[in-house]
């Protein structure tokens, strides 16, 4: 499968100097035109993913934060970026999820707190140990 914008930021990276490699001031509007259309085409998500996860190679193994640092700045400037990452996120689930099914299907989950042990006679509560261990002392 293509992925245009990785494509496209590799072949924007330049080697650096005090860094690894460099993204240059210049690149930085064709690469947000590429990802513009890449986040709307069919595999959106691949693109997104990718570009995320050379934000972090970047900044981590490849040693060249300042590049991470602009290429987070293109990707925070596409604004069709923010909306798939947002709807990604706002997932529903655990017992919300549960809630909403059975009530869905007329049956209601009654709310309560969770059964204990009952307590034995003979145990010592930790109140009662310390007590003993102060008279003890």
């Not at 299907?105 to 003993?132: D, V």
Request: glycine letters at 6%; a positive charge.
């Amino acid at each position: 499968m293509k992925v245009r914008f990785e494509r496209a930021v590799h072949g924007a990276l330049l080697p650096g100097g005090q860094e690894r490699f460099e993204l240059p001031q210049h690149a930085l509007p064709w690469l947000t035109s590429v990802l513009a259309r890449a986040a709307t085409s069919s595999n959106a998500d691949l693109e997104i993913e990718r570009g995320l996860r050379l934000i972090c190679a970047l900044k981590g193994t490849l040693a060249s934060p300042t590049a991470a640092e602009r290429l987070r700045s293109v990707m925070r400037s596409v604004p069709e970026v923010k909306a798939h990452l947002k709807a990604k996120r706002r997932k529903k689930g655990g017992i919300d999820a549960t809630r909403g099914f059975l009530a869905r299907e007329g049956r209601q989950q009654r709310l309560c707190a969770p059964q204990l042990a009952p307590r034995r006679a003979a145990s010592l509560t930790i109140s009662s140990f310390y007590r003993t261990k102060d008279r003890r002392c």
